[in-house]
């Protein structure tokens, strides 16, 4: 594998986001330990016990508690990765949140502080991430996001999710442009529907799923394992002349009108 253009063999990931199995992180966090990345994994404090019996599966992954919105945990987090491995190659920022009240009603209804709090969560803390990860990356590196397709089109019930996912698939133009000539590449990864703890606060989300399976060109859904492998390849070298681009991984549900 370490011939392949799609080994991580050597590098650093730290992957943002994990609550259990059923979570996108958790398959990212496996394919870059498959590739061969030594992976720090991120949970919300306090989360420990839904996550601690799944680091076999991710290589002994190191994990670490993070809430996004305290600075200072943050700052521990890249500390800790500067003083134990001096590098980072790597970070999937898996992140979303939005208050239910604000996420199951119209956007026309939202909140400003249901609006800004997914703003900060969901969005702007992959600002901070690729500022504290910048210096760990003086060679290069890769940062990632998770998005969807609300980002661009209507999507029934996504609502308060649609501009946040639509500002960060632009923060992650803004950023490419920014990073791309130190050799920092920035990319939305864009899954289709996966049942997760996440997506069942959406409303009627098994409907989605299951619209999306019927109709899509593949006739199934992504997994979180598909959108992990798409991971590996943004961040290896096979993926090395690409940035800033939004790449699907939805079975061609986005193809359709
Ligand atoms: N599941 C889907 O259908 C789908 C589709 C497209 C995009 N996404 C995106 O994928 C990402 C991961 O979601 P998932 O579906 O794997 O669900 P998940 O519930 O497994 O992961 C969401 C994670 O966000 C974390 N989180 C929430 N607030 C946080 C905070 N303040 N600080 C740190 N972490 C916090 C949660 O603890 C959880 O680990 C999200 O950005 C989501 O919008 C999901």
């Given amino acids: 594998m370490s011939n392949s253009p799609f080994s991580l063999q050597g590098k650093v ?61 943050l700052a521990a987090l890249f500390a800790h990765i500067a003083s134990q491995y001096e590098r980072l190659d790597v970070v999937v920022h898996s ?18 502080g249901g609006f800004l709090m997914a703003m900060d969560i969901s969005c702007h803390s992959f600002l901070r991430m690729a500022r504290l990860a910048e210096p760990l990356m ?24 649609g501009p946040v996912k639509a500002a960060l698939e632009s923060m992650t133009r803004y950023m490419a442009a920014e990073l791309g000539p130190q050799g920092i590449r920035v990319h939305a990864v864009s899954p289709g529907p996966i049942r997760t703890r996440a997506s069942s606060g959406l409303k009627d989300f098994d409907t989605l799923a299951d619209t999306s399976e019927a109709r899509a060109p593949l006739r199934r859904l992504a997994t979180v394992q598909d959108v992990g492998n798409a991971a590996v390849y943004l ?14 991984i939805d079975a061609g549900d986005n193809i359709l009108y």
């Fill in 138 to 161: 003086p060679t290069g590196g890769t940062l990632l996001n998770m998005s969807y397709l609300g980002a661009e089109r209507v999507v029934e019930n996504y609502a308060l999710m």
């Fill in 95 to 112: 992140i979303a949140y939005a208050p239910p009240e604000d996420l199951r009603g119209r956007l026309v209804d939202a909140s400003r």
């Fill in 13 to 73: 990931a730290l992957v943002c986001g994990l609550a259990n199995r059923e979570s996108i992180a958790f398959g990212c966090a496996q394919a870059l330990h498959q590739a061969g990345a030594r992976v720090v994994v991120t949970h919300m404090p306090g989360a420990e016990r839904f996550v601690q019996d799944l680091t076999g599966d991710l290589g002994d992954a190191e994990l670490m508690p993070c809430d996004v919105q305290d600075d200072a945990q």
């Fill in 235 to 248: 961040a290896s070298s096979a993926g090395a002349a690409t940035t800033g681009s939004v790449h699907y």
